[in-house]
């Protein structure tokens, strides 16, 4: 069993940033690959971004290709998920997940594990 708990959600203004954490439990945190995912009301959870198990692989979505940096520090047991240059359309509660395998994957359902969600809202 894996818990996930997100923190650094909050209010910003267009164009602020924000810095999400997700701190996971378990000794072997170091062989997960993590992902981050969003969902607004009345929206599908969608992909965000992911990274392998030593952060050498990252993919984003489109949507925030240029904007968002996935990073992790697996000796803290904890990823990130810097945002920036922040629009009204990224207001969503955002989720870090685990995959417990070697992929790489960017559909919800290939993931493990997921956290509560921290809830990012970007005012215009």
């Known amino acids: 069993q894996v818990q996930l708990v997100e923190s650094g959600g909050g209010q910003v203004q267009a164009g602020g940033s924000l810095r999400l954490s997700c701190a996971a439990s378990g000794r072997t945190f170091s062989s997960y690959t993590m992902g981050w995912f969003r969902q607004a009301p009345g929206k599908e959870r969608e992909f965000v971004a992911t990274?392998?198990?030593?952060?050498?692989?990252?993919y984003y979505a489109d949507s925030v290709k240029g904007r968002f940096t996935i990073s992790r520090v697996n000796a803290k047991n904890t990823v990130y998920l810097q945002m920036n240059s922040l629009k009204p359309e990224d207001t969503a509660v955002y989720y870090c997940?685990?995959?417990?395998?070697?992929?790489?994957?960017?559909?919800?359902?290939?993931?493990?594990?997921w956290g509560q969600g921290t809830q990012v809202t970007v005012s215009s």
């Open positions: 990274i392998n198990w030593s952060g050498a692989v990252t």
């Open positions: 997940a685990v995959e417990q395998g070697l992929r790489v994957p960017r559909l919800p359902n290939e993931y493990d594990y």
